[in-house]
């Protein structure tokens, strides 16, 4: 094992998660190092923040050996296949600009097998837009809701549903918006009870919460694919 | 003149709204003083911020000249008479702890003989509650929207109304609510385009903001009560 | 109905939580007006941050109606009675200190019928503490994790349990602990994938996060308590 | 309809404001989507924030069909024609650098067929230059005042005219002036009653609440236009 | 000399100011302790922010010692006598609530033998107020202004006389004005070249440093009285 | 005269300080206006913050018409000569890192005729740096201090010299020194009496204060080469 | 054990130092609990932010087993006695208002057997006080130095000396000073190299810290005390 | 001596710490000019914060007189050799992205000939990764643990072990993570007795703080190599 790495390959068979490469800050050698051990441990791996003019400075094995999709800026190391099958829950956007961290929670998503529905531009200026999927969204067991801003999204479906809202305030915005630090702390101080909500932009921890509840929830059925 | 109180009285001529005191930092003389001053003019004064166990220490003739309001702990110095007619504009409030707020506007709006309704406690948790008034709020010129906590009441209202969106963030809440920082944050960064604010639980900004609206789209009716 | 209260009665049929009652920023006479509501529609009613110096200040026949708990600021109006049964999830401590917004996680479990296990004073400082529970907290669905200061107990937990992980940040500490800030922040930029997190001091919402959880999961069994 | 861009085109018909486009955090894909659902509708679109270099990466159609205009960084895509007659509100800067800005609202109005007086470069640091347009901006039903650094302007045009003021901050400034929040907290805070203010640099938001504004003032002359 | 206190009695010599004893987080004991050295010494002694509250626990051989003015929260103990003369430098106050701080520098000021003009309740809300001293303040060397809120006064002052400008910002203002910290920003920010600045408050500071400026000036004339 | 610049031309006069060009945010098209406007007038202009690579986008004749100096990022427009004669203030920096900022005060004090002196890297944390200084800098009237990061040598300085003592704050520093704000609060919660601070970075407004100062002091000295 | 409290017992033998008892936010009765808990097993215990009006609310028999020192407002529960030899450290303040946080670190490093020298308020506006202890602060392995305001004394201390410095930043000033985050950052953006510093206020951890140092130093000499 | 540069070359002999050259803010021509004064002395120089891309714009003579180590972004100016014989102390970090400013630690070390251990990427996360070390960490006399994002290494290890535990928070991470703010407050508001921190990124003063340290420790074994 490289010195500069030191991976916790227990962590998927202890807490059902296995460690992720947040791309940000790392140098390609890293990046490249990270890909050969999985490689080498035949375990897949999924690769976050990955935006295309790092992943143009990896090395050509590298970009060849992994499946990479910019819109979601992550990439994923196999074995791996999408999943299939009705969704589990939904990925619900304010505006398009949220789209980026709403892919990176349903390629997560996807990553460890679970499928979901995303519902994209539904912001509170129009009301009628998220009120038409109100019904939809009531049948799943959680709703990701990916919205910068002023963050009212957040609340609205929390009032609607009762399935978990994880909450996934994003950088959308400007001056008062403060980087998604308005939309972070309108999601903690949401008068809708039982939001919860993960950093801003990480669209990653969001579908990671998502998975601890659906491993608890349907441990049996969910483990085949995860 | 005291030297100490400097009263603007050409303001209401200048721009059709008077001085009013702000009566926290200021001592039972000086909030004397300036009553007096008003009363010796012979023109009417709104007093704001008046808590009751500060009106509890002004002199008992100071007192007794007072209109006193404690549920928005305004006062009024006559000549005055409450606005009749039907509601130029509406207050709304997410939650019960906004009231003050809401009634210090509500009286400034009085004060200056404007009529308006008042719709409490119906913040996005429930959507049914600001939805159900949806016609009614159309029909204004303006709304006044109070509300702490995540402030998602404004952008809401803001989406549904073509009237004027006067947004006042109240302190109701706590930890990130931040004392009314996140609901004022939200406000300014709102999705839906043209609202505008004022500063942190100033009921009586707003209503001068809607003062300052209503004079200029009808001048000639307003001028007879204002 | 009073204009100043406008329940929102349909939310628990809605999304499964009733609305409580936040007692910070209420008067003595909303706040009885809240009990005597709930009473004529014979439905239980939670109210949170009910101080003793806040409890003493209700009317008497206000106080006798509630089964009131210093220790969480809580008091409920039946009909009620505390759940039984082994313990869904569990609600753990990293000190002394956290143990009021603890407990009122705890009584909002208990309000809807979810049994929990208080495991207090179990901080960082001290790994062995942790650590001690590892097996029993791996068995649960979620865990509920109240810290203040620097709140790495967040993390730590998040790293060895599989099951849902939600952060209570609180205002224990002074200085650079920033009034619980340091511990949100440090919940949000966990290095523990998948944490979540609610607002600081906020024992309320995280409980009603868990049960927005266990609801789904386990619909069926839950019903009848909740 | 693309799945990314979810238009909202009966905003227009409820608020009188249809949705814009606003650029940043955009791909050239996207804009150009929106560009061609709205000709496909047959309706006029108001693209902000287009900053030449993000409209010089437009694809060659998109660019021939936009009226472009750099000063403002804005962009419409006809039917359109410039608004003529007398103006109804004035858009006053305090300097130079608060230009960009200001030409936003001014495009914003125009869109929006509403004739405006611009007045620029008048801060209060040599305060004869506001003075001299004392008695134009008493005539105004609003008034826009755009500035940065410590935001005086606010409080002086307001403490001058009867009308409206609308206050923008701007990011113009450094160190202190802390990237707009400065002027934004002076205008919040202004000792001038009735002050109203949008997010830092949003000219855009300032023009949609006279809109707004004026629509509730004149609706049956300007609905020919508006 | 007591172990606690450790006067910099050559301070006056070596700068031309002497220490002042700031009373806020010392004991009575101390505060104590610091008259009777400044006795035994025989040197004149400046106090402040000593709080009515806080004069009435000192030892009443201490408060008999003492020329004590409340308005100012300041206290003297002598060989001293109020200076004489013409003014040297005007302190100007926006509002009536900036008074205790700008009576705070008029006593420092006072206690060095430096005769100074006060004009309160001049802000910019009524603009023909400050403008109606504007000859006045031109022929100062100095002028103080203290202002809180918006901190607008700074500007339009610096704009208007080439005298030194020392702002000092008030807490005077509630939500947005963050407890002083907007009127500090604005001061620094400001678009009036050379405005200079002292702490939130500091009315004892930007009256020293009107005496650096005046010893500078004038050494030869004020030595007799400082 | 342009409509886009509206120059303060009465303000040398007014105040004894011209009106300065600050080239950050202006177009070269605008600089070169003012470049020009300032030649028809014949009179001399200062420009500040034009760093080399916005000197370079000017127009050829107006970077041939400018004196311009890359160390402290100003030009100036002649007719215009460097002062002699011994120096009226000392500007002394902690840091070489700090010099632009200085350099930037020192051209501007020669802009208006005022020789000083330049006294560079003397940081507390090697002390006897500037204790080497101590009889020098007592002799001069002002003291302009300019330190980024913990910002000690304002308080070291104006424990030291009765003179005015004048902090510019500077970016220097990283992590904790916040951009400057470390320093600037460090002025302003200096221990040491009278010290005044202006803008992080501003050099620009220390020598313009300096210039007030100085102007009131020796009017008639300076009036000849101001 | 009650389960409010799960003290670390091993703590003293793995890190060197045992766990105090942080009074703010405890009741009494858990501040009875801890202290019967330590005589139970016969271990010292230190209580700090024993502020006197919570002394006052412990039980007689608790308040009965204190060693209490109010200037300190810390407790030991015996066995215990006071060090003596000469002083290994020495612990500097800037100002008298300092002393308490002082007396903390002084008391902390006492109940550990560590003697220690106090040398009260030589802040750098007399720069000489500080001086005047060089050679004998060059003596010590540690210098705690204890500074509120602008912290401009760590800098200094640490340009001075070769031994370890620890700055403790305090909550003494106002405004600019923010409650001690000014010092904070001062000590963290010093330009004096190798300076640590604990969090405001935190005397206790600033002596922890020492002793560490100490510990791992002389262990041998130490441990009979320790 | 070039007046730009004024070293400070009695540091060492004063507190055992030469003056390092910090590079960013820093010309070409700057980081040559102290090269060559530390050559004309004699004495080794240690630049930090020397980037690829700024050391490729140093003179090429500049650039061959440095032992240039990129991954720490320090130059060494000879004479100098790496130090042999076994660490004194642990440089730990919680992530692969936080290892350049660990590195800087390292070299400091390195420059000063004291040896260090390296244990890189040993989160919380996977506790399992510290513990492994737990035994090691106990016997060195100091730890540097250098974290980023919620930083809760550094209380795990100030619990685990009896030295001296210096924390480094990295700004490692985004969103809530705040550029390092937030390890920097968790280090700070440690729950963990006796951490000490510095600032964010400061691997350097880190090292120069356990110099101090040993120094005071060993005096006589590191002087032949210090």
Same mark, same amino acid.
């Given at each position: 094992?490289?010195?500069?790495v030191?991976f916790?390959?227990?962590?998927?068979?202890?807490?059902?998660?296995?460690e992720?490469?947040?791309c940000?800050?790392?140098?390609p050698?890293?990046?490249?190092?990270?890909?050969?051990l999985?490689?080498a441990?035949?375990?897949?791996?999924?690769?976050t923040?990955?935006?295309p003019?790092?992943?143009?400075?990896?090395?050509?094995?590298?970009?060849a050996?992994?499946?990479y999709?910019?819109?979601?800026?992550?990439?994923?190391?196999?074995p791996w296949r999408p999943p299939?099958?009705?969704?589990?829950?939904a990925?619900?956007?304010?505006?398009t600009?949220d789209?980026?961290?709403a892919?990176e929670?349903?390629?997560?998503?996807?990553?460890?097998?679970?499928?979901?529905r995303?519902?994209?531009?539904?912001?509170?200026?129009g009301l009628?837009?998220?009120?038409?999927h109100e019904?939809?969204?009531?049948?799943? *067991? /959680?709703?990701?809701?990916?919205?910068?801003?002023?963050? #009212? !999204?957040? +609340?609205?479906?929390? =009032?609607? %549903?009762?399935?978990?809202?994880i909450?996934?305030?994003?950088?959308t915005?400007y001056? *008062? /918006?403060?980087?998604?630090?308005?939309?972070?702390h309108a #999601? !903690?101080? +949401?008068?809708?009870? =039982?939001? %919860?909500?993960?950093?801003?932009d990480?669209?990653y921890?969001?579908?990671c919460a998502?998975?601890?509840?659906l491993?608890?929830?349907?441990?049996?059925?969910?483990?085949? +694919?995860?």
């Amino acid at each position: 094992m490289a010195p500069e790495v030191n991976f916790d390959f227990q962590r998927r068979e202890r807490i059902g998660l296995s460690e992720a490469v947040f791309c940000i800050g790392k140098t390609p050698e890293q990046i490249g190092e990270a890909i050969k051990l999985a490689q080498a441990h035949g375990v897949p791996l999924l690769l976050t923040r990955l935006a295309p003019e790092i992943f143009a400075t990896l090395p050509p094995p590298a970009q060849a050996s992994l499946d990479y999709d910019p819109s979601s800026r992550t990439a994923i190391v196999g074995p791996w296949r999408p999943p299939a099958g009705s969704p589990a829950l939904a990925v619900v956007t304010a505006g398009t600009s949220d789209l980026p961290v709403a892919r990176e929670a349903l390629r997560t998503l996807a990553f460890y097998g679970v499928p979901a529905r995303e519902i994209a531009d539904v912001g509170v200026a129009g009301l009628w837009r998220i009120l038409k999927h109100e019904e939809e969204l009531r049948r799943y *067991a /959680a709703v990701i809701v990916v919205a910068g801003m002023e963050g #009212a !999204l957040f +609340s609205v479906v929390g =009032g609607l %549903v009762g399935g978990v809202v994880i909450a996934v305030p994003t950088s959308t915005g400007y001056g *008062a /918006a403060r980087g998604g630090e308005t939309a972070l702390h309108a #999601a !903690l101080a +949401s008068c809708a009870p =039982g939001v %919860v909500t993960v950093n801003i932009d990480n669209g990653y921890g969001a579908a990671c919460a998502a998975i601890r509840m659906l491993g608890a929830q349907t441990r049996s059925e969910v483990s085949a +694919s995860v």
